[in-house]
T-cell receptor
Framework: DTAVSQTPKYLVTQMGNDKSIKCEQN?????MYWYKQDSKKFLKIMFS???????INETVPNRFSPKSPDKAHLNLHINSLELGDSAVYFC??????????????FGSGTRLTVV | DAKTTQPPSMDCAEGRAANLPCNHS???????VYWYRQIHSQGPQYIIH???NNETNEMASLIITEDRKSSTLILPHATLRDTAVYYC??????????????FGAGTRLAVHP
């Protein structure tokens, strides 16, 4: 079983559309994250939820709305897609609190292309 | 912002040890150093982490200087499959006891035959 799974793997859509990316983890972790990796390959944290509660919101446009129905799922909905939203989006999970531990487990990414 | 600096790229011959340096001069006494790698466009993969002592696992060794201002990741026998971007990260804490992993630019390691 894949620890952190994202769907879809690839997403091509037109400007102005609304799309969602889904993420599920089966590690029993309390915290989940969304990261964005743009064409320059920088990985930037976007959001984090701990047990369904938003704990990190890194100045992301409000067209991006994360939703966590339970602690095993964190979905990302994007409204009115723009060309600049094209990127690879990674979901991750971690135990959440504490200073050590095994860190984050990442999904394999969703490549979003806006045309 | 990332609290680490790494060389942008390094080369290593297959079968030799790859030593990847990292500076984290502003690290606090209770902050951990983590290493991840990203192979091509896959999700980042955890390698190893440490606080003060040197650490070793099946993938790599982590050497942290006594003043904790720098560290070195050692891949003892690099293979072609170790070609990746390697990220050295200081795990940052914030209110509520939560943490966040802030990625820098990393080191692009190329292992060649």
């Amino acid at each position: 079983d894949t620890a952190v799974s994202q769907t879809p793997k690839y997403l091509v859509t037109q400007m102005g559309n609304d799309k969602s990316i889904k993420c599920e983890q089966n590690l029993g972790h309390d915290t989940m994250y969304w990261y964005k990796q743009d064409s320059k390959k920088f990985l930037k944290i976007m959001f984090s939820y701990n047990n369904k509660e938003l704990i990190i919101n890194e100045t992301v446009p409000n067209r991006f709305s994360p939703k966590s129905p339970d602690k095993a799922h964190l979905n990302l909905h994007i409204n009115s897609l723009e060309l600049g939203d094209s990127a690879v989006y990674f979901c991750a999970s971690s135990p959440g609190t504490g200073r050590g531990g095994y860190g984050y487990t990442f999904g394999s990414g969703t490549r979003l292309t806006v045309v | 912002d990332a609290k680490t600096t790494q060389p942008p790229s390094m080369d290593c011959a297959e079968g030799r040890a790859a030593n990847l340096p990292c500076n984290h001069s502003t690290i606090s006494g209770n902050e951990y150093v983590y290493w991840y790698r990203q192979i091509h466009s896959q999700g980042p993969q955890y390698i190893i982490h440490g606080l003060k002592n040197n650490e070793t696992n099946e993938m790599a060794s982590l050497i942290i200087t006594e003043d904790r201002k720098s560290s070195t990741l050692i891949l003892p026998h690099a293979t072609l499959r170790d070609t990746a971007v390697y990220y050295c990260i200081v795990l940052q804490m914030f209110s509520g006891g939560y943490n966040k992993l802030i990625f820098g630019a990393g080191t692009r390691l190329a292992v060649h035959p």
